[in-house]
């Protein structure tokens, strides 16, 4: 029991190192983006009566919290707390450990019925999946991360004949980020690979449990009314479902030959984390292939044991199993995509809109495994498992690489958001309750992996200064088309904002703009420029707010300002 623990440990602290080089070795230039502002910023500028205050708030919101209850409390509390043990470094590695987590469960899950080598592959496919460019995001770490390990604990548990349990916890994965939970429909499948009548009348039960707490889940999320359950069309849900869970998988194979390439596209910033990918996942996975491949006699020491003589070619019971494994595989894919409605097509390969891919990146990881598995059993057979094991190294570290530009793009994302701000900072110093500053969207940097001038622009002010407590309208920053009429309206000669999102907007569907508390911003080659005079609307003036006193120089810095501004 001791020897394991330690094995796993081990085999965590590897993992950890990994997930650090490959998405979280610049961290110390990482910032916030997008939903983080929401998710992250606000929780680290709370004290302990605010966060709570937050907390009951967001948890109560059920039209906007989208059904996933924990993450409305748990993800939102994390980064709360995890601030307080080491400001921002902390909470980006809590990250590390934690995706380092998944990588060890998922290990542990496949070491069931797949051989130690072949599960660590497994692992590092997970950690290193092309598909999923966000595991440094905030947002992403701190609730679909914690997603995926109620998922695979609850796979574990049902492993490990705990079938309850399995269903309470993996019911947990559900409410916090409904995608994930998907891999367990499949898991009886990989449990009894026998594939006889007892796993189809096992398999029949699991699949009434599941829907059970589908339609559980759905009747209660209706009452609450949802906005997304509430606004479904089931016909457009059924095509589309049908459509995502074919062409998903496709996506995601593909990216396996896509991120590669982008690599070695762009040796001149990666060659250094490929180097460092190479000399760890060779060294690591050779000296743990070993024990299993040296002699050529053991398939493996799992449950599942298969004995082999000396020379021999293939082994049926051996081709039979990874069969099987494919099969799974093929399925925890494809269903994974069921619930990708909100982020069709499911084509997205960089960028936020990659958290499609999320539910498949464990039968994406199985799948790897399974080919793996297949070809080392081959190459054993001419004792050149070796030779494969150098050849996925170096394909690995081609995704450590990939990582690293990831990485570049985050940092680079920051920067922008930095230099944005602190020109807005110098150029609109005079805000007041109830200014609304207006950016046109024109001539702004772009990133590839992260979106820099996101939704959550009207947060950020917030995020940065603590106004008074009798402002009710704090300042916000909106980014909006350069012919400013879509989204506004006029009743009663008055001129409405219409917000995309309105609880970033003190939770109106529309605000009144007023004379003299309007700034309009637009980009040039020198910086922001504030214009001045007035701009009409829908047939409506409006005069912009001239530049007054500097009122931001007496306000409280919030801890999201000081990491903003640090150096």
């Not at 995001?137 to 701190?142: D, G, N, P, S």
Request: with cysteine; aromatic share 18%; hydrophobic share 50%.
């Amino acid at each position: 029991m001791k020897n394991n623990f330690r094995h796993n440990i081990l085999i965590f602290l590897f993992f950890a190192v990994i997930v650090f080089i490959a998405y979280f070795f610049g961290m110390k230039y990482f910032g916030l983006y997008e939903d983080d502002y929401w998710t992250a910023g606000i929780p680290v500028n709370c004290n302990q009566e605010e966060i709570k205050n937050f907390l009951d708030l967001n948890f109560s919101d059920f039209k906007n919290n989208l059904g996933r209850y924990i993450a409305a409390i748990v993800s939102m509390y994390l980064p709360y707390f995890t601030f307080r043990t080491g400001s921002f470094f902390m909470v980006y590695f809590f990250g590390v450990i934690l995706v380092a987590l998944n990588a060890l469960l998922v290990y542990l899950i496949f070491r069931q019925r797949l051989p130690e080598v072949v599960s660590l592959a497994g692992a590092l496919v997970f950690i290193l999946f092309p598909a999923d460019t966000t595991k440094a995001l905030l947002v992403h770490i701190y609730q679909l991360q914690l997603s995926l390990t109620f998922t695979f604990i609850g796979i574990l548990l049902y492993l490990k004949n705990y079938r309850f349990w399995a269903y309470v916890v993996s019911f947990l994965s559900l409410i916090t980020y409904e995608n994930a939970f998907l891999a367990f429909i499949i898991i009886p499948l990989f449990e009894n690979l026998k594939w006889d009548k007892k796993l189809l009348l096992q398999f029949i039960k699991h699949i009434g449990i599941v829907i059970t707490i589908f339609i559980m889940l759905f009747i209660t999320r209706s009452y609450f009314g949802d906005r997304v359950v509430t606004s479904l069309n089931m016909g457009e849900m059924i095509i589309k479902t049908l459509f995502a869970i074919i062409a998903g998988p496709f996506i995601a194979a593909y990216s396996f030959l896509k991120a590669p390439v982008e690599t070695i596209a762009n040796l001149d910033k990666t060659w250094g984390f490929i180097l460092a990918g190479f000399l760890l996942l060779g060294s690591f996975m050779l000296v743990k292939a070993k024990g299993n491949y040296s002699n050529g006699e053991k398939a493996s020491d799992v449950k599942f044991r298969l004995d082999f003589k000396k020379g021999e070619f293939f082994n049926i019971k051996e081709f039979d199993l990874i069969f099987k494994i494919v099969i799974t595989a093929g399925l925890m894919m494809m269903v994974a995509y069921a619930f990708s409605i909100t982020h069709f097509p499911p084509f997205a390969l960089k960028g936020r809109g990659t958290s499609v891919h999320l539910g498949t990146t464990i039968g994406s990881s199985l799948m790897f495994s399974a080919l793996f598995y297949f070809l080392l059993t081959i190459m054993r057979s001419v004792k050149s498992w070796r030779i494969l094991i150098i050849i996925t190294s170096i394909y690995l570290s081609l995704l450590v690489g990939y990582g690293r530009l990831i990485q570049l793009d985050f940092i680079k994302s920051w920067k922008i958001q930095r230099d944005f701000w602190a020109d807005v900072i110098d150029k609109c110093p005079d805000v007041e309750n109830g200014t609304i500053i207006f950016l046109k969207d024109r001539n702004l940097e772009k990133t590839d992996f992260i979106i820099t001038y996101a939704w959550s622009l009207p947060l950020v002010y917030e995020n940065l200064f603590r106004f008074p407590e009798e402002w009710d309208k704090p300042p916000k920053l909106q980014l909006i088309d350069p012919e400013m009429h879509e989204d506004f309206s006029v009743e009663n000669k008055k001129l409405f904002y219409i917000p995309p999102y309105p609880f970033t907007f003190y939770y109106q569907k529309r605000v009144e703009l007023q004379d003299g508390n309007v700034i309009l911003l637009e980009k040039t080659d020198k910086g922001l420029k504030r214009l001045s005079g007035h701009i009409e609307i829908n047939g409506l003036k409006i005069e912009l707010k001239e530049h007054g006193k500097d009122m931001l120089e007496g306000f409280e810095k919030q801890n999201v300002y000081h990491w903003m501004f640090r150096y």
